[in-house]
C-alpha cells in the first residue's frame, strides 16, 4: 500500500500518532498534513492546515486521501467537499485492513455497552487457551500499532469505527443496542445503521449476540440469517463458566452477560474451555469501570466510562443492597432519563447529584418520579462532591456513573474518573480504609 499524493490527517490523537509513525515507516519521504478542529495539532512532521483554510485546500486537490480520526464524525460538511474532490477517506482501522488483514483471524466486538469487558475477556480466555492473540480498537493498541504481530486479533469498535469499516472480519458480536452518539451520527437512525454495519453485510461470517441483543428487532434484520449465530454455551460449559463469574472480580448481571458471550466468541476461535475459566479469573475491571475506591467509612466507585443512561442502570443494579449516591450528568446527547428515574428507587438511590448539562432533565425527571430522593443540582463536579460531603450520613457508597459523556467540562472520561477520586480521597480521607 502507497499513496501517490499527500495525506491529511484529520485529528491528532492516538490513532493520528499511530497513522504518522506508519506512513513515516513506509514513506518516509511522504507529505503530511494535519487538521484539527479544536486544540494542538502536535503531530510529529506533519503540516497544519486550519479548518478554516481546509474547504480550498480539498478543491485544489493539495492532497490525495484523509485519514480520520474515529471521533471525527464521517457527517461533517467537510467530506461532502472531499467526495466532490474525487479524495479517498479513510481510518487507521481501514488502513490495518489494507496492510495486515489477509491471513489472520478477526474477531470484531461493538455494541452501546459492554464491548470493552467483552473484547478484553476474549483477549484473556484466548491467550490463557494459549493461542497467539492481540487486543486492538478502544482498548489495547490502535489498530496500525499492532499490525502483523498475532495470528488472532481482538477488536473493540465503536460505532465511530464500524460505520466505515471496509473489510470483514471473521468472527462478529454485538453486545446489546441502545440510543447514543446522536450529536456524531446526525440521527438515531444514523447511530443504529453505523453501529450494525459491522453484520449487516456480505460474507455469512457468523455472529454472537449478547442477552441485551437477542431481543433486539433491528439487530435480528441486521443478522439477515438465524443460522450465522454462534451456538449457545452448552449446560456442561455454562457449568464450567458460571461459577468462576462468581467467584471472580466482574459484577453485575451485565457483566455476567458479557462473560458469557466472551465464552462463546472464545470457544468459536477455538480457545480452550480451562482456558475460558482462567481468562475469566484474571479478569481485571477496566480502568473507570466500576472501579473501586475507598475513604474513611464511604465507598466510591468509579463508573465515569459511563456515557448511556443504560449504562448508569447497569452500574447501579451491580449494587443492590446499598445506600446509593448517584452523580449523573454530562455532555447532551438527547438520550431519554425517563426510565432511569423511575428505578431510582428500586437501585437504593437516597441522593442523586446532577451535573450539567444533562443533569438538569434527570433531575426534573427524578422529581416527578421519586420525590423522595435527595437531589442536588451542582455546576460541576467538585460542587456535587462537596454537597455529597456535607450529607455524607444519607448514604454508604457513592456511585459516578454519568449516563452521558464528559465533553462539557472534561477533555475526557478518564480525567473525570481521575478527578472524582481525587476529590474523594480530598473530602473523605487522606488514607484509603
Request: hydrophobic share 40%; net charge neutral.
Given at each position: 500500500m502507497r499513496f501517490d499524493e499527500p495525506v491529511l490527517l484529520y485529528g491528532a490523537g492516538r490513532e493520528a500518532l499511530s497513522t504518522r509513525a506508519f506512513l513515516k515507516a513506509r514513506q518516509p519521504d511522504l507529505k503530511v498534513y494535519v487538521t484539527v478542529d479544536s486544540g494542538t495539532a502536535d503531530i510529529p512532521d506533519t503540516t497544519p492546515i486550519t479548518p478554516d483554510d481546509l474547504p480550498n485546500a480539498l478543491r485544489n486537490h493539495l492532497v490525495g486521501h484523509i485519514v480520520?480520526?474515529?471521533?471525527?464524525?464521517?457527517?461533517?460538511?467537510?467530506?461532502?467537499?472531499?467526495r466532490d474532490a474525487g479524495i479517498a477517506v479513510t481510518s487507521n482501522l481501514n488502513l490495518w485492513g489494507g496492510a495486515y488483514r489477509n491471513g489472520r483471524t478477526v474477531i470484531a466486538i461493538t455494541g452501546t455497552k459492554g464491548k470493552s469487558?467483552?473484547?478484553?475477556?476474549?483477549?484473556?480466555?484466548?491467550?490463557?487457551?494459549?493461542?497467539?492473540?492481540?487486543?486492538?480498537?478502544?482498548?489495547?493498541?490502535?489498530?496500525?500499532?499492532?499490525?502483523?504481530?498475532?495470528a488472532v486479533v481482538i477488536f473493540e469498535l465503536s460505532s465511530y469505527q464500524?460505520?466505515?469499516?471496509?473489510?470483514?472480519?471473521?468472527?462478529?458480536?454485538?453486545?446489546n443496542l441502545y440510543p447514543e452518539h446522536v450529536d456524531w451520527h446526525g440521527s438515531l437512525e444514523h447511530y443504529y445503521r453505523d453501529k450494525?454495519?459491522?453484520?449487516?453485510?456480505?460474507?455469512?461470517?457468523?455472529?454472537?449476540?449478547?442477552?441485551?441483543?437477542?431481543?433486539?428487532?433491528r439487530v435480528a434484520m441486521a443478522v439477515r440469517d438465524h443460522r450465522r449465530l454462534l451456538r449457545p454455551l452448552s449446560p456442561d460449559e455454562l457449568a464450567a463458566v458460571d461459577p468462576a463469574i462468581d467467584r471472580s472480580r466482574l459484577k453485575g448481571a451485565h457483566n455476567r452477560d458479557n462473560a458469557r458471550l466472551a465464552a462463546q466468541i472464545a470457544l468459536a476461535a477455538g480457545g480452550t474451555l480451562d482456558g475460558i475459566v482462567q481468562g475469566i479469573r484474571a479478569f481485571s475491571p477496566l480502568p473507570h469501570r466500576l472501579e473501586e475506591h475507598s475513604y474513611g467509612e464511604t465507598l466510591f466507585v468509579d463508573d465515569s466510562i459511563s456515557t448511556t443512561p443504560e449504562a448508569t442502570k447497569a452500574a447501579l443494579a451491580a449494587y443492590a443492597g446499598r445506600r446509593l449516591a448517584l452523580i449523573a450528568g454530562g455532555h447532551e446527547r438527547?438520550?431519554?432519563?425517563?426510565?432511569?428515574?423511575?428505578?431510582?428507587?428500586?437501585?437504593?438511590?437516597?441522593?442523586?447529584?446532577?451535573?450539567?448539562?444533562?443533569?438538569?432533565?434527570?433531575?426534573?425527571?427524578?422529581?416527578t418520579a421519586a420525590p423522595h430522593i435527595g437531589i442536588i443540582e451542582a455546576p460541576d463536579l467538585a460542587s456535587a462532591m462537596q454537597a455529597l460531603f456535607d450529607r455524607r450520613d444519607d448514604y454508604d457508597t457513592v456511585i459516578l456513573s454519568p449516563g452521558a459523556p464528559s465533553y462539557n467540562q472534561f477533555k475526557n472520561f478518564e480525567e473525570r474518573g481521575d478527578r472524582f477520586i481525587a476529590l474523594a480521597r480530598e473530602l473523605f480521607g487522606k488514607t484509603p480504609s
Amino acid at each position: 500500500m502507497r499513496f501517490d499524493e499527500p495525506v491529511l490527517l484529520y485529528g491528532a490523537g492516538r490513532e493520528a500518532l499511530s497513522t504518522r509513525a506508519f506512513l513515516k515507516a513506509r514513506q518516509p519521504d511522504l507529505k503530511v498534513y494535519v487538521t484539527v478542529d479544536s486544540g494542538t495539532a502536535d503531530i510529529p512532521d506533519t503540516t497544519p492546515i486550519t479548518p478554516d483554510d481546509l474547504p480550498n485546500a480539498l478543491r485544489n486537490h493539495l492532497v490525495g486521501h484523509i485519514v480520520k480520526s474515529p471521533g471525527v464524525s464521517l457527517y461533517k460538511p467537510i467530506f461532502s467537499i472531499a467526495r466532490d474532490a474525487g479524495i479517498a477517506v479513510t481510518s487507521n482501522l481501514n488502513l490495518w485492513g489494507g496492510a495486515y488483514r489477509n491471513g489472520r483471524t478477526v474477531i470484531a466486538i461493538t455494541g452501546t455497552k459492554g464491548k470493552s469487558t467483552t473484547a478484553t475477556l476474549v483477549h484473556l480466555m484466548l491467550t490463557r487457551s494459549r493461542i497467539d492473540a492481540g487486543l486492538a480498537g478502544n482498548v489495547g493498541l490502535a489498530p496500525l500499532d499492532i499490525a502483523d504481530r498475532h495470528a488472532v486479533v481482538i477488536f473493540e469498535l465503536s460505532s465511530y469505527q464500524t460505520a466505515d469499516m471496509a473489510f470483514l472480519p471473521d468472527i462478529a458480536a454485538v453486545t446489546n443496542l441502545y440510543p447514543e452518539h446522536v450529536d456524531w451520527h446526525g440521527s438515531l437512525e444514523h447511530y443504529y445503521r453505523d453501529k450494525l454495519h459491522l453484520i449487516d453485510r456480505d460474507g455469512g461470517f457468523p455472529v454472537a449476540l449478547g442477552a441485551a441483543a437477542q431481543g433486539n428487532t433491528r439487530v435480528a434484520m441486521a443478522v439477515r440469517d438465524h443460522r450465522r449465530l454462534l451456538r449457545p454455551l452448552s449446560p456442561d460449559e455454562l457449568a464450567a463458566v458460571d461459577p468462576a463469574i462468581d467467584r471472580s472480580r466482574l459484577k453485575g448481571a451485565h457483566n455476567r452477560d458479557n462473560a458469557r458471550l466472551a465464552a462463546q466468541i472464545a470457544l468459536a476461535a477455538g480457545g480452550t474451555l480451562d482456558g475460558i475459566v482462567q481468562g475469566i479469573r484474571a479478569f481485571s475491571p477496566l480502568p473507570h469501570r466500576l472501579e473501586e475506591h475507598s475513604y474513611g467509612e464511604t465507598l466510591f466507585v468509579d463508573d465515569s466510562i459511563s456515557t448511556t443512561p443504560e449504562a448508569t442502570k447497569a452500574a447501579l443494579a451491580a449494587y443492590a443492597g446499598r445506600r446509593l449516591a448517584l452523580i449523573a450528568g454530562g455532555h447532551e446527547r438527547e438520550q431519554d432519563y425517563a426510565d432511569l428515574a423511575s428505578r431510582l428507587i428500586g437501585y437504593g438511590v437516597t441522593t442523586i447529584a446532577c451535573l450539567p448539562v444533562t443533569g438538569t432533565r434527570l433531575a426534573s425527571a427524578t422529581r416527578t418520579a421519586a420525590p423522595h430522593i435527595g437531589i442536588i443540582e451542582a455546576p460541576d463536579l467538585a460542587s456535587a462532591m462537596q454537597a455529597l460531603f456535607d450529607r455524607r450520613d444519607d448514604y454508604d457508597t457513592v456511585i459516578l456513573s454519568p449516563g452521558a459523556p464528559s465533553y462539557n467540562q472534561f477533555k475526557n472520561f478518564e480525567e473525570r474518573g481521575d478527578r472524582f477520586i481525587a476529590l474523594a480521597r480530598e473530602l473523605f480521607g487522606k488514607t484509603p480504609s
